[in-house]
């Protein structure tokens, strides 16, 4: 993990916001950049080789998932970049005083990506990234229970909401199961299971790794997407980022014995068929 809101190794630093490194034998991917360019820095600290990172996935369109794309770019201006075309949508958050605040990409992400000789890559169905590696593309919202996890607009006004439709996961598949990486789960934690099933044919998500979005939860959803993960029969979970103190702190109780930290310079290492 190259960014995340916590540290606990010397010589690295933290931010708000996610950023995962991933290696699939020769293929180097990034999932999502973190809100600055913390993503390069840890990534030297960590001595990460950069160069050979072929592709960028962006997992929803907000600017502590997008904001280190302009240095990121600048290491590897190849690399191909996944999004889902609302990611460019204007987008504002309004906290509890009612007060409206911009939380898009800066313009001058969108020009870095924009700029780019190849373009980018639109995703939103499924979509394969390298070999065994796909982005889920639009997520289908069935479950009555879970949201899009706060207040979220595409007006500085506040009166058209989004759903945040670009959310989306990134899953590896390991051959007898799938390892499912989680910007936010905008689109739900439960419902993301629920499709990666679909899209795998059944296969079972042995881990589970990444933002959750349940800050602002009630507890009935903390409690059935605890029902769903049990269900699940994970191996490992990792809440980070935006899972929340107290989800996480239930969801560590709930699930001890798999239940893992996902800080900055956490690794986690799997093995495919």
Same mark, same amino acid.
């Given at each position: ?75 590897? !201006? ?6 889902? !075309? ?152 990792? !809440? ?34």
């Amino acid at each position: 993990m190259l960014v995340e809101n916590s540290v606990h190794r010397q010589g690295l630093v933290a931010e708000h916001g996610l950023s995962f490194h991933v290696q699939c034998g020769e293929h180097g991917l990034l999932f999502d950049t973190g809100q600055t360019d913390l993503a390069v820095i840890n990534a030297e600290t960590l001595r990460l080789p950069l160069d050979r990172v072929e592709a960028i996935v962006l997992s929803h369109g907000h600017y502590d998932h997008t904001g280190g794309i302009p240095a990121m770019l600048e290491v590897v !201006p190849e690399a191909r970049i996944y999004l889902h !075309p609302a990611a460019f949508e204007n987008k504002y958050s309004r906290n509890q005083a009612g007060l409206s605040r911009e939380i898009g990409m800066s313009d001058c992400v969108v020009q870095a990506i924009r700029r780019r000789a190849g373009g980018f890559i639109e995703t939103t169905t499924r979509t394969e990234i390298v070999e065994g590696v796909f982005a889920t593309g639009e997520i289908p919202r069935a479950t009555a229970y879970e949201d899009a996890g706060g207040a979220f607009f595409l007006d500085a006004e506040n009166i058209r909401t989004d759903s945040l439709i670009d959310d989306q996961a990134l899953v590896i598949d390991l051959g007898h199961s799938v390892i499912l990486l989680l910007g936010c789960a905008h689109s739900g934690v439960v419902n993301t299971l629920n499709y990666v099933r679909h899209l795998t044919g059944g296969k079972p998500v042995s881990a589970v790794i990444g933002g959750l979005h349940l800050g602002s939860a009630r507890e009935e959803r903390i409690e059935q997407t605890i029902a769903c993960l049990r269900d699940a029969k994970l191996e490992i979970l990792a !809440p980070a980022h935006c899972t929340g103190w107290p989800a996480t702190a239930k969801l560590w109780r709930a699930f001890e014995d798999i239940c893992h930290p996902a800080s900055v310079g956490t690794v986690f290492e799997f093995k495919r068929d």
